[in-house]
Structure formats: C-alpha cells, structure tokens
C-alpha cells in the first residue's frame, strides 16, 4: 500500500511538473503588453520586405504578380523595360484623348486601364486586387491611404512644386529597379542607353559641344522651353551638346529672343498640331541658321514627353536622323 502511496505521489509530481512546464513555454510565445494582455505578433518578415518611400516605409510582397501602376511616363515605362508587365495603369487623358508619354498603345495593349492619372477609379483598382499599388506624389498623395488600404503602396516622390527633386529618368528607373530586385536589368538597360549616347557622340564628331540644339515647345498659344529637368536636357547633356532651357520656369518665353540663341539645330514640339507653315512662315524662326541649313525638324510631343528607357529611346532613334554627321 505504501509503494502505491508513493507510486501516486510520484505521478502527482510528474503532472505538476509537465502543467509548469506548458505554462512557462505558453506565457513565452505570448508576448504581454504592459497592460498584462497579449499583444498580436507580427507577421515573419521573410513573407515581405521593407521600402521606403516618400510617406515612411511600406511592407511589400517579395514577388509582386499583380502591380497597378498609376502614371504611365514615371512608373509604367521604365516597369516595361525593366520586364514587369502592370496589370492596371492610369494615363493621362489630354482632351479626350489618351496620353501614354513615350509609350504606345501596342506596348500597353494587354494592361487594363484605372482612368485618369490624376483620378483613377478607386473601384476599379480594388476589383483587381492588386498585391502592390506604384503611385505618384504630385497626383496620389491625398488619395494614399484609400490606396493603401487596398495593398501595398509605394509613393513615388514627385513635387511639382519642387521640380529640383525630380530625379533624372535613370535614377527613377534605377530606384524602381530597387523595389523589384532588378538592379541587374537596369544595369543593362542603361548599358544600351550608354551605347547609344556614345553612337550619337560619335555621329556629331569629336566635339559635340560645338553644336547648339533648342527644343521650341508651343502650348496654350504660346512658346517655350524646357524645364531643366525635363528629359531632353538630359539626353542633350549625356550626348554633349549645348542646349536652351528655361531656367526660370516661366509659362512662356518671348520669340523675340529666339535669335539670341543661335541654335545649329531647331526642334519644334507643337501641342495644338499647327501645320509646318505656321512655324516656318513666321519671319523670326525663318531667320534662325537651323531653318537656312535645313537644320529644323518637328518632334511628337507624345514621344518627347517620355521619362522612361522605352520612351527615351525613340527619343534617340529622332536624333540619330537629326544631328549632322561629322565632315
């Protein structure tokens, strides 16, 4: 009787100790707050990784399949040539018509479309269900968190009223590149890129800095130049060549001045499609050198509005038929 006695005191023990044992291991993987109730553990962190972006930072999917990427010239172009198909993109709708900025209509065939860049059905992306949204300061920030409440979304940082942070289309696409692991291809993208300038620097000679080019943009019945920022100085000042900006921002720019220019080379982008007459006929862009030497070409606003490796390339399939060949 007593080795049963002991028997159950033994076994008493051993059930106490397991009991012990569980609770310890229990309260271990519950973390407590202060307030003593169980705080929810976050999700691995091998299931997405951390960017960052305008607004903070953002969890997103390792592999993102199905991305809406709402501007076509910041965000779509460069994701083509990266080798991410969006399932979903906004253009811009310039009197009723769709505006893609370098991009054509073939390329984006097979994307389906969420409206206008500046507003882009909420409904329509949220029946997508998209894993990551890709969207731009200057036209999402006051929708961000009806985006975010959808998926993962990235705020691309573009001020428009800071154009100095605006950053060149190679730093855009090499930031793109980032979120989606593709450094490599963009590597080679701008490889190609690189080729190319060094083809056209070859075309114009051993001293492209002694050509002079200008991009006359007419809008809103009135001309202008370019930004600093805008993508042809960037293309110009890779190649070497001198060109004409506006610096100061202004809407428009006096032709009177045009002259004081001098330009080798005139391209005219024309946003109200005026025929050629109504730039040549004009006595002051008649007196230019360019227009003498034959030495004046017009340019698709569409294709010289590109930000985007796709769009910028047939930026450069018009210069390499544009810039002299050296003697």
């Keep these: 009787m007593q080795r049963n006695i002991r028997f159950r005191l033994v076994k008493l023990c051993c059930i106490a100790l397991l009991a012990l044992t569980l609770t310890v291991a229990c309260h271990s993987s519950s973390p407590q707050s202060s307030s003593g109730v169980s705080e929810v553990t976050s999700a691995p962190k091998s299931e997405c990784r951390t960017v ?42 310039v009197q009723e018509q769709e505006t893609l900025a370098g991009l054509t209509a073939e390329q984006t065939a097979d994307i389906e479309r969420v409206g206008d860049t500046y507003q882009p059905s909420i409904e329509k ?11 731009v300061e200057f036209a999402h920030q006051a929708i961000y968190e ?3 409440a959808i998926a993962p979304t990235v705020l691309l940082e573009y001020d428009i009223e800071n154009f100095e942070t605006y950053p060149s289309f190679k ?14 291809e963009a590597k080679e993208v701008l490889s190609e890129y690189q080729s190319r300038i060094d083809a056209l620097r070859q075309q114009t000679g051993p001293n492209p800095e002694e050509l002079e080019i200008t991009l ?10 370019p930004h600093p920022e805008h993508t042809s100085h960037e293309i110009f000042s890779d190649i070497g060549l001198q060109d004409n900006i506006n610096e100061t921002r202004s809407d428009s720019v006096s032709l009177e001045v045009l002259p004081e220019y ?5 391209l005219i982008m024309d946003y109200e499609n005026n025929p050629e007459s109504f730039f040549l006929d004009n006595p002051i862009i008649a007196s230019l050198d360019a227009v003498k030497n034959d030495l004046v070409y017009f340019v698709d606003p569409e294709t010289w509005s590109a930000n985007g490796p796709l769009g910028v390339n047939k930026m ?4 390499f038929l544009f810039l002299p060949e050296k003697p």
């Design 52 to 93: 960052e972006h305008t607004l903070g930072t953002v969890c997103i999917p390792f592999s993102p399949e199905r991305v809406v990427a709402l501007d076509p010239r910041y965000v779509v172009d460069p994701l083509l040539s990266l080798g991410i198909q969006p399932i979903a993109m906004s253009v811009y709708n």
């Design 125 to 135: 992306i949220l029946s997508l269900k998209p894993d990551l949204i890709l969207a």
């Design 146 to 148: 009806q985006l975010a």
């Design 171 to 184: 730093a855009n696409l090499q930031r793109l590149a980032n979120i989606f692991a593709k450094e490599a």
């Design 216 to 225: 006359l943009l007419r809008y809103s019945d009135a001309y202008g130049l």
């Design 262 to 266: 001098a330009p080798d080379i005139l």
């Design 316 to 319: 450069l399939d018009d210069l």
